[in-house]
């Protein structure tokens, strides 16, 4: 069975920084995308950024130049580093993975960004 557990979350002053991670647990195959979302305060999830086993990554429009997504492919790992926090990043961060077998969530991990 294939779990993912993400960590990093955490209370963060804006201007801040921090560095999101999601393990993979499990037979994923060496092809498979990862995923972070997120949903805010009294809004739907939102896509923020993909990668690929291969390296690829998508970025939504919304989150480039502060998000950055990266990978480790030997461990099974993504990353999702975040910089010059804002208030408004607040939000549960949610990992997703596809591989050819299936999909999985994440149990989400908070991230909140207040002084």
């Known amino acids: 069975q294939v779990q993912l557990v993400e960590s990093g979350g955490g209370l963060v002053q804006p201007g801040g920084s921090l560095r999101l991670s999601c393990a993979a647990s499990g037979t994923i195959g060496t092809l498979y995308s990862f995923g972070w979302y997120r949903r805010a305060p009294g809004k739907g999830r939102e896509l923020v950024a993909t990668i690929t086993s291969t390296g690829d990554t998508h970025y939504e429009d919304a989150f480039e130049g502060r998000f950055t997504i990266s990978g480790d492919a030997a461990l099974k790992t993504m990353y999702l580093r975040i910089d010059t926090l804002k208030p408004e990043d607040t939000a549960v961060y949610y990992c997703?993975?596809?591989?050819?077998?299936?999909?999985?969530w994440g149990q989400g991990t908070q991230v909140t960004v207040s002084s």
């Open positions: 997703h993975l596809i591989w050819p077998d299936g999909r999985v």
